[in-house]
């Protein structure tokens, strides 16, 4: 966003005059008067003052670098190398150019916009500007894509956790994954793989998009929910969000790389929202009762003829209307 600095200096939500701002930012008015033009355009509800200035009238809530990196335990800091960003086609995009620049240390990027955010199945991604959390990490296995599977179930518990401690009730997880809460869509992971750049060395970049502010959503063809729409009460800033994610995936993803996905089962099937729901999968052939996940971390049907697993990536479960 051009205009972060004037937008910073008004979230206050005070009135202030276009000289102060002026002064404050060592431009002039005139350049003040054009910052506050591009800030509405970009989104930004600001109220013209007569004879007073500007004011703020709902509150922005951009990202702040030193907000993320105080969720992350001391020491993890030295880990990742943290990109925080105005604007990004995609912060999965992001990650990758990264990876490819050699980058030190696990990159993480996030976004306060995505102007070509992506979602799964080649879907786009509405990713409006101080909306909504939009947060990629790239994440490093050894071992050969065979050490991966269940991985995108741990990162949905990781998620989950992280919500959890921060106080929202009734987080949900839809295999493979989806966040939920009770009246809809939270948010989504997008995985995408890199190859192996050495032999057994597999890069993940994992991309979590979460609703935060999102008071309507055009376009959207399912039942969705935000945070601040399920806990209106909270002041939710996407940054103390997106810090308290990234360490929940790595406290998610090195006991993962530890012990497998094993002792993720129970975590991730407690938040199950199809665990006993009327199933259909592969287009209609397979109908029965969900029933969890098994330890690789497909999910399971109780059909007629017995359990039938579906495996990640091969079809999409519906609930039976
Ligand atoms: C889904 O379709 O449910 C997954 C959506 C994942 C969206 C996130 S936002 C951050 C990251 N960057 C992207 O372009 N996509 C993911």
């Known amino acids: 966003m051009k205009s972060k600095a004037l937008i910073e200096l008004l979230s206050d939500g005070q009135v202030h005059s276009g000289a102060a701002l002026a002064e404050k930012l060592g431009v002039s008015r005139t350049a003040i008067w054009k910052q506050i033009r591009r800030a509405m355009e970009e989104g930004a509800d600001i109220a013209t003052i007569r004879g007073r200035g500007y004011q703020l009238v709902s509150r922005v809530d951009l990202l702040d670098r030193a907000r993320v990196l ?3 335990a001391a020491g993890r800091e030295q880990e990742l190398s943290l990109t925080v960003l105005d604007e990004v086609d995609s912060t999965n995009a992001e990650v990758i150019r990264q990876i490819n620049a050699g980058s030190k240390g696990v990159p993480v990027a996030i976004a306060d916009c995505q102007t070509s955010g992506r979602g799964r199945r ?16 790239g994440l490093t296995f050894h071992g050969g894509f065979g050490v991966l599977d269940g991985l995108s179930l741990v990162l949905g518990v990781a998620v989950a956790n992280a919500l959890e401690r921060l106080g929202v009730p009734e987080v949900g997880l839809k295999w493979p994954n989806d966040i939920f809460l009770p009246d809809g869509k939270l948010g989504g992971i997008l995985v995408e793989l890199q190859g192996e750049l050495e032999e057994g060395v597999v890069q ?11 008071s309507r959503a055009d376009g959207v063809d399912q039942p969705w929910s935000s945070l601040a729409r399920a806990c209106p009460q909270v002041g939710w800033s996407r940054s103390q969000i997106g810090g308290a994610i990234i360490d929940a995936v790595f406290d998610a993803v090195a006991l993962f790389s530890d012990i497998g996905f094993a002792d993720f089962r129970e975590s991730w099937q407690r938040r199950d929202v199809f665990m006993g729901k009327s199933l259909k999968a592969r287009g209609g052939d397979v109908e029965g009762v969900g029933c969890g996940i098994d330890d690789a971390g497909n999910y399971q049907i109780r059909t007629e003829n017995g359990l039938v697993p579906v495996r990640a990536g091969e079809i999409s479960l519906r609930v039976a209307k």
């Open 70 to 72: 105080r969720e992350i």
């Open 122 to 137: 080649g879907r786009v991604w509405q990713s409006p500007r101080g909306e909504n959390l939009y947060l990629s990490m």
């Open 204 to 214: 993940v970049i994992a991309g979590i998009g979460l609703n935060v502010h999102m």
